[in-house]
């Protein structure tokens, strides 16, 4: 994946957990990219409207009882949370001297990702929910630090689905970036519902393994990917709009979702 200036990777940090998968995949590509990485702390919509709520409470940690929830304990909460992960990335970042920025947003998570207006997004998948791992602040330190060490990724696959036009160019080169980075194998997702490309050019496939799907849909996709580390999505100005398909895909991928534009 070669550099350019001002070139961005933004990921979702989270109101309440982390991906650690999707974020190293945020830190791999923005060093790989000598890019910006760009933390976006995005604050749920959701949580202020359960804050809204008269019968909305939560429990304790430390007296373990029930107590009211209201949404300016919501807003509290959630700006102590971005303050710690804005420390936390302040120290890590500068380990492998990579160009950083923190950001706050309110809304829906996938759509306020969206329109951070990033090269690359960085979505992540069903990790976030399935998998117990560490605090916030102790999963963006390590994935600084598991890079700086030269650390590799999971051992399934690199997936890219292949399109056509410049941003299918950008998206096959950044996966090959990242897993080149990795030591990681490739896999290529292609429609046959699409039909034969014809004259038109087509990637250079030779050093992965290629997978025709009958569509493109969530489920299919979800099926064909097993382990993979990632996945990339070339990233029309069509879906960026609609997001209903790629918020589809999340939610039953283990890997993240890497947004080209």
């Known amino acids: 994946m070669q550099s350019a200036a001002r070139r961005r990777v933004v990921v979702d940090l989270g109101a309440t957990t982390l991906d650690p998968l999707a974020l190293a995949a945020a830190v791999d590509l923005a060093e790989l990219a000598e890019a910006e990485f760009a ?58 001297a990579m160009a950083w920025s923190f950001g706050v947003a309110r809304g829906a998570p996938l759509r306020s990702l969206l329109a951070a207006r990033a090269d690359v997004s960085v979505v992540p998948g069903a990790a976030r929910r399935s998998r117990v791992h560490d605090g916030p602040e102790q999963v963006l330190r390590q994935a600084f630090q598991r890079r700086h060490a ?32 990795r030591g990681a194998a490739m896999l290529a997702l292609a429609s046959s519902a699409s039909g034969p490309q014809g004259k038109r050019e087509r990637p250079d496939t030779s050093e992965m393994r290629m997978i025709h799907l ?9 099926r064909a990917l097993g382990n993979a580390q990632a996945l990339f999505w070339p990233l029309s100005e069509e879906s960026a709009e609609g997001a209903v398909e790629i918020e589809s895909l999340r939610l039953l991928l283990e890997c993240p979702v890497v947004l080209v534009r």
Request: charged share 20%; no cysteine.
């Open 214 to 222: 009958p569509d493109l849909a969530p489920e299919t996709l979800a």
């Open 150 to 181: 030269g650390g590799k990724g999971g051992h399934g696959p690199v997936a890219v689905v292949l399109g056509e036009g410049s941003v299918s160019g950008r998206t096959l080169e950044s996966a090959r970036a990242l897993a080149r980075s």
């Open 39 to 96: 933390g976006l702390f995005i604050e749920d919509v959701n949580l202020f409207r359960l804050g809204a709520l008269p019968f909305a409470a939560e429990i304790g940690m430390a007296s373990g009882t029930w107590r009211p929830l209201a949404t300016v304990d919501v807003e509290r909460m959630l700006r102590l949370q971005a303050e710690r992960l804005q420390r936390a990335l302040a120290e890590a970042a500068p380990v492998l």
